[in-house]
Every structure is written in C-alpha cells, then in structure tokens.
C-alpha cells in the first residue's frame, strides 16, 4: 500500500499558478503511474494528469493541456488557471498497466487539497 499526503492548494485569482505536491510513502515501486484527479462540488471525480513511472511519459485530460505540468516529483504545476479548475484535487497512484486515467484504476488516494480560482 502507498500512502499519499497532497499540499499547495489555495486560493488564487484566474490567471494565477499553482504548484500541487504529493508526497508518497510505502510500497512506491509497487505503482506503474502517479495521476491527480479533481473533483468539484456536485461532479464526479475526473482525470487530471497523470506519469508513468519507469518511461517518464505524461498524459493529461484536454481540459488542462499545455496549463498543466505533471512532474517526476509527483508534482502538478498548474499555470493560467480557470475559475471551472476549481475543485478539490486528489493525488493517486495505480499498479494499473498501460495509460490508466479512470479513478477505479488507482488503487492509493491522497486526502485532497482544495483549489479555488476566482474572477
């Protein structure tokens, strides 16, 4: 079991960054990829970025391509933020092979860090 705790999240206008951190303990090399997911009030929990551990390849949702970095580190950069990037953001990690991004892949969950952009 991985154990993962988020931090960075805050308050920012629309425009802003933010830099998301996730830090992981426990059976780490046991996990193919790190991912963050969202969830905003009254929606589902959704796919955000996520990095396959051993090839370093990335993959992110639409919604945040080319705003949003996913690093190494577990880290998510978030740049030009929205007010729709508003949600509580949780950090995941799966032993899934391939690309996973549904959150049923994901086997480890951080406690969720709250992300709020206004106008």
């Known amino acids: 079991q991985v154990q993962l705790v988020e931090s960075g999240g805050g308050l920012v206008q629309a425009g802003d960054s933010l830099r998301l951190s996730c830090a992981a303990s426990?059976?780490?090399?046991?996990?193919?990829?790190m991912g963050w997911f969202r969830q905003a009030p009254g929606k589902e929990r959704e796919f955000v970025a996520a990095i396959r551990w051993r090839s370093g390849n990335t993959y992110y949702a639409d919604s945040v391509k080319d705003r949003f970095t996913i690093s190494r580190d577990n880290a998510l950069q978030m740049n030009s933020l929205k007010p729709e990037d508003t949600a509580v953001y949780y950090c995941?990690?799966?032993?899934?092979?391939?690309?996973?991004?549904?959150?049923?892949?994901?086997?480890?969950w951080g406690q969720g860090t709250q992300v709020t952009v206004s106008s």
């Open positions: 995941a990690a799966s032993s899934a092979f391939g690309f996973p991004r549904a959150p049923g892949d994901f086997g480890s």
């Open positions: 426990g059976r780490t090399f046991s996990n193919n990829a």
